[in-house]
């Protein structure tokens, strides 16, 4: 039978695995809009589609509904888990900074399965530019911005986002223009780091290739551009974790857990960037 860890030792482990979760959080955290209500495992998300201002307007005129396709989505969430066994035998000769590190293993691993979801739900844009024969310029993230523009997407309202691979991170920071701007977007984990920069109002940053590429070829990378009302996600269940011991094993079990879920709400708002993935290829300026 199994007895409840002490006290004092599942607060201590629950507190810096939460302290490590809420500091660092996911990569794609305040790049995403929020349910307007939870129902048991769903979220409902709204969906406001673009409207359009009557003109020329006529005295007697009959006004028109300038919104008759705002809805609501309903979104099933999934349950994420990390677990971890640590015997007494190695506990009694970790390190404080290695019990820290146990805890921020397991709030980094849920972190990945957040970006992971928001990802996916990203890639079923249908909107591409750019060739996986071309790196990444520039001139692909113009584009990208072109299609939102098209689409009357409001690019200039500090809430567009572009996530990008190690090497298309590369090839825009060699460019000038992108190295010597500012980052002036929202907070994001990695944002201390440099590894984001803003420019012609779009936030760029850098995302874990592992993530970003999950489903992409050896040469190519599918980076992504889109506005924060485009995608919905949210917990049902925010982090919770548990710590007991097992008896069988000499053990104490690390148990946290979460609910989570993701949707595109407006694929008008997001734009693939289809680039080359090919580390020896990168050629950058020398002065």
């Known amino acids: ?112 399965v957040h970006d992971k979801t928001i990802v996916r739900a990203l890639r079923a844009a249908t909107q591409e530019v750019g060739a996986f024969t071309d790196l990444m310029s520039v001139n692909t993230l113009v584009k990208g911005k072109q299609v939102l523009m098209a689409n009357d997407v409001e690019v200039q309202d500090g809430n567009v986002f572009v996530a990008v691979d190690s090497v298309s991170w590369t090839m825009l920071i060699g460019d000038k223009r992108i190295a010597n701007a500012d980052y002036v977007g929202p907070d994001l984990p990695f944002v201390k780091g440099n590894l984001a920069k803003s420019w012609n109002g779009m936030h760029i940053f850098s995302l874990s290739d592992k993530t970003l590429r999950e489903k992409d070829a050896d040469t190519q990378a599918t980076c992504l551009m889109w506005h924060r009302s485009s995608i919905g996600f949210g917990y049902v269940r925010e982090l919770t974790g548990t710590v007991d011991w097992d008896n069988r094993k000499d053990c104490w079990t690390h148990n946290m857990r979460m609910r989570i879920g993701s949707k595109l709400l407006l694929p008008e708002g997001t734009v693939k960037l289809k680039a080359k993935y090919v580390p020896n290829d990168i050629s950058l300026p020398t002065a």
């Open 1 to 112: 039978m199994s007895q409840t860890a002490s006290n004092h030792y599942v607060q201590q482990w629950k507190m810096t695995a939460l302290h490590e979760y809420q500091s660092g959080g996911f990569a794609l955290r305040n790049t995403t809009t929020a349910p307007e209500k939870i129902t048991g495992e769903k979220m409902h998300f709204p969906i406001f589609g673009i409207v359009e201002a009557e003109e020329d307007v006529k005295r007697g005129d009959t006004a028109k509904p300038s919104n008759p396709n705002d809805t609501t989505v309903a979104v099933d969430t999934k349950k994420s888990r990390a677990f971890e066994e640590v015997y007494e035998d190695d506990l009694d000769q970790m390190t404080v900074n290695r019990k820290q590190a146990v805890s921020k293993r397991s709030a980094a691993a849920l972190g990945r």
